[in-house]
């Protein structure tokens, strides 16, 4: 890529971030100094939008195979940056869950974060078909269950117990099903430790939201702006921490295969 084409490229970036930002603007002047489930929507938002220029341009710097990779983070991080800022609106303008935006949000970016599974293994060999669909399964049972379940289409329970499923199925297949013996057996020491870490926060950050669906919908012991600032906080780790470990896989492949 010509130094010409990257520059046009970072300076593509840029002026996306930028216009997300009247958004944010008109949030400010509402925002006051002790509504800390509103500070936490602002900064993560910032922090999303950061994110997604880092992976963007970082695409420049890593092998074609690690591209897609790559961009698909940088996809997670700028679509929940905009779906942050209509977050963030709602919440400052009347107080209430913004449950509907963070659903619409989650039904696009945890699909995307299962397939990086998929992507890093292609990456580095063949890989059927099939852990692809298996994940997307998972994904879609236990995101439909969840929102069912919140928004009493079904009874919590119901929803709850159907997320879980769905989020069971998603845990047997990177731990024990093809997805993980792909990586055990034909991935190289970077990836397999890339892998690892994925599936932990797969297993550990994603634990976060059903935890506050129980407490916050089925018993009642978390309030709502408790609940939001759980959930705010588990999606940084759980989009920006996770590009962060696919970015730095793909930059420590490319490296060593360039040398």
Known sequence: MSLITT????????????????????????????????I??????????????FFFIETTRVQGKWKTSLTVSGLVTLIAAVHYFY????????????????YID????VPLLMIEFYLILRAITAVSGG???????????????G????VGYIGAWAGFIIGMVGWAYILYEIFAGEASRVAAEQAP??????????????????????????????NGAVSDESLNVIYNIADVWNKIAFGV????????????SSK
């Open 131 to 145: 852990i692809f669909w298996r994940l997307m399964i998972g994904t879609m049972v236990m995101l439909v269950g």
């Open 87 to 102: 977050m963030r609106d709602v919440w400052v303008a009347t107080g209430e869950t913004p449950t509907v935006y963070r």
């Open 40 to 53: 936490s929507f602002w900064l993560i938002s910032m922090a999303l939008v950061a994110a997604t220029a």
């Open 7 to 38: 520059k046009g490229a970072k300076a593509s970036l840029i002026a996306a971030a930028l216009s997300l930002l009247p958004a944010a603007a008109n949030a400010a002047e509402t925002l006051k100094a002790d509504d800390y489930v509103g």
């Open 147 to 150: 929102y069912a379940g919140e």
């Open 189 to 218: 020491p970077s990836v397999q430790s890339a892998f690892s870490t994925m599936r932990w926060i797969v297993t550990i950050g994603w634990a976060i939201y059903p935890i506050g669906y129980f407490m916050g919908y089925l």
């Open 245 to 256: 470990i696919i970015w730095n896989v793909a930059v420590t492949e490319s490296e060593q």
């Open 106 to 109: 989650w039904l696009i970016t």
